[in-house]
Each structure stands twice: as C-alpha cells, then as structure tokens.
C-alpha cells in the first residue's frame, strides 16, 4: 500500500511539472500562429505590402504581434515576438523568441495595440541581434521602411539601411521609425519553448533549433517571396 501511494505522488508530481510545459508551448505556438497572420497581412497587400526584395535581402526578420501600451513598466509597450535568421545558404532558421519594450511610435503612439514588423539589412544589424539586448536608434540606426509603390530610388536607399521597420495600426501597414525601442532576447522563453538553453547565435546563426510546426507557415511564405 505505502508503495502504491508512493508511485501515485510520483507520478502526480511528473504530470503536474508537465502541464505547464505544454501550456507555455500552446501559448508560444499560438503567438508563432499570430505572427504568421500579421506577416500575411504585410505581404498581401497591393501597393502598401513590404517590397519582395527587402525580404529576399534581409539578413534576418522579426515579428511582434499585438505590442500593447500599458500594464507593463507604468504605461510603457511591451510586446513578444519571434525573430527568424537566414543562413548563407539562404535558409530561413526556427525562431528566437524575443521581447521589445518602449520606443517612439510616432503618431500611432497613442494606439493601445499594434503589430510591428522589422527587416535586419545588413552584418552590422544583424550583429546588434547577436548582443542580445540592444536600443533602436541608439544602438543601432533604424528607418522606416517604404511600401511596395515607393518609387525605385527610395527602395535603393532603403536597401542600404541597417533595419527598416514598419508599423500596422487601423488595418494598414506602414514604415514608421520605432526609435527608442528596446529589443532582447528571452533565455526564459526559448528555454521553455525548446526545452532546452539555446543562445541567440545558435538559433539565428547557426540554425541548431528544430523548426517548430507552428513556424513552418511563415517560412513558407518568406521562401515565396
């Protein structure tokens, strides 16, 4: 009998260390699912979309749905989202979960929620990823990226940026800088998404991450582009 009792704690504690394993993947999933609905949207649309070129160019793109104003950091945006590296072979990589606080958003600043989108360019943006933790537009410059209508020069000179960024609020994608913007790389979270302590240079550098299910949806659409 004290046996018995024994394995059934045993095996309570197990189930109970487990679920919330699997509720932390769920929630990372279904942000994976969201980021992917906002990359379509920036995609999609005729003469606002974000020019095929930038992503066929860009050295590694990240994504946050939903960044919210308020409850967090007395007012201050706070979003999570994911960033995706290309290998020099042209592979997209799995994603690194990432958070971004603060930042100047322009006349949208007073929206309560917005999806934003930013196009690492170059070695030297890509290197600002790699540190973990760095400003937009401190840090490393930051400029708001044209749409698929801008004229050819502006999108030459956009292709020289280090991070081109663009903002979707009221339905409509645009380039609006988000200077001040503070992004990092959450340890906590891709430790409980892949179950085990990747570096930032390990999933967007040297793709050791197995590409999550959820993920697959956007790389197929950055392949198409």
């Given at each position: 009998?004290?046996?018995?009792?024994?394995?059934?704690?045993?095996?309570?504690?197990?189930?109970l260390s487990?679920?919330?394993?699997?509720?932390?993947?769920?929630?990372?999933?279904?942000?994976?699912?969201?980021?992917?609905?906002?990359?379509?949207?920036?995609?999609?649309?005729?003469?606002?979309?974000?020019?095929a070129r930038?992503?066929?160019?860009?050295?590694?793109?990240?994504?946050?749905?939903?960044?919210?104003?308020?409850?967090?950091?007395?007012?201050?945006?706070?979003?999570?989202?994911?960033?995706?590296?290309?290998?020099?072979?042209?592979?997209?990589?799995?994603?690194?979960?990432?958070?971004?606080?603060?930042?100047?958003?322009?006349?949208?600043?007073?929206?309560?929620?917005?999806?934003?989108?930013?196009?690492?360019?170059?070695?030297?943006?890509?290197?600002?990823?790699?540190?973990?933790?760095?400003?937009?537009?401190?840090?490393?410059?930051?400029?708001?990226?044209?749409?698929?209508?801008?004229?050819?020069?502006?999108?030459?000179?956009?292709?020289?940026?280090?991070?081109?960024?663009?903002?979707?609020?009221?339905?409509?994608?645009?380039?609006?800088?988000?200077?001040?913007?503070?992004?990092?790389?959450?340890?906590?979270?891709?430790?409980?998404?892949?179950?085990?302590?990747?570096?930032?240079?390990?999933?967007?550098?040297?793709?050791q991450a197995?590409?999550?299910?959820?993920?697959?949806?956007?790389?197929?659409?950055?392949?198409?582009?």
């Amino acid at each position: 009998m004290k046996r018995t009792f024994m394995f059934q704690a045993l095996l309570l504690s197990i189930i109970l260390s487990i679920i919330p394993a699997h509720a932390d993947n769920a929630k990372y999933n279904a942000k994976l699912l969201a980021a992917e609905s906002v990359l379509s949207d920036a995609l999609a649309k005729s003469g606002d979309a974000i020019p095929a070129r930038f992503i066929k160019e860009c050295k590694a793109i990240a994504i946050f749905p939903g960044v919210v104003r308020g409850g967090f950091l007395y007012g201050a945006r706070y979003g999570e989202g994911v960033v995706f590296g290309k290998t020099e072979d042209g592979k997209w990589t799995a994603p690194a979960f990432f958070t971004v606080t603060g930042g100047s958003f322009g006349l949208q600043a007073g929206l309560e929620s917005m999806d934003v989108i930013l196009l690492i360019m170059n070695q030297r943006g890509l290197q600002s990823l790699l540190k973990q933790r760095f400003t937009l537009g401190g840090d490393i410059a930051i400029t708001a990226g044209p749409n698929s209508a801008a004229a050819a020069g502006d999108i030459d000179v956009a292709l020289k940026a280090e991070i081109l960024s663009y903002v979707k609020s009221r339905g409509v994608f645009a380039g609006i800088s988000v200077n001040g913007a503070r992004l990092a790389y959450s340890p906590k979270i891709n430790r409980q998404f892949y179950t085990r302590a990747y570096s930032v240079d390990d999933i967007i550098i040297r793709n050791q991450a197995p590409m999550p299910e959820a993920a697959k949806g956007i790389v197929a659409k950055l392949k198409a582009q």
